[in-house]
């Protein structure tokens, strides 16, 4: 089986990261073999909390090949992608980021929800 790369944006961040973690948690619990990637050097303020909660951090990914299957998470426009991005097979985007210029040649699931962090005060 081959193994599904979910990662987040270039120059990651917090939740770049744990959510590439996350999902690719969740998809393997259902049974999928996904693998967590990162697209850059994780903050010191990341390597704290992967520290913390004693999780490595993910390996490095440069590159897709062609037909690869990825799942973006925490991002969703080209520019902000592994290089090759336009050849990968995307299956989905968990992302909370305004929808700008995905292009896919299948359907996929795609959610985004705009999720404001303040104590039960949502939209």
């Known amino acids: 089986m081959n193994k599904i790369f ?23 619990k259902l049974g999928k073999a996904a693998e967590p990637r990162r697209l850059g050097n994780v903050s010191k303020e ?35 992608s592994v290089d090759n991005i336009e050849n990968a097979t995307i299956k989905m985007v968990v992302d909370h980021h305004r929808i700008n210029g995905i ?10 929800e705009p999720v404001r962090m303040h104590m039960y005060n949502f939209i």
């Open 46 to 80: 990341t390597k704290y909390a992967l520290d913390y909660f004693k999780i490595g951090e993910p390996e490095l990914l440069e590159k897709v090949e062609d037909g690869q299957e990825v799942i973006l998470t925490d991002h969703n426009e080209p520019g902000q």
């Open 6 to 28: 979910v990662f987040g944006h270039k120059n990651p961040d917090t939740d770049t990261i744990a959510s590439a973690i996350s999902m690719a948690y969740l998809q393997t």
């Open 103 to 112: 292009n896919t040649k299948e359907p996929l699931y795609y959610y985004a």
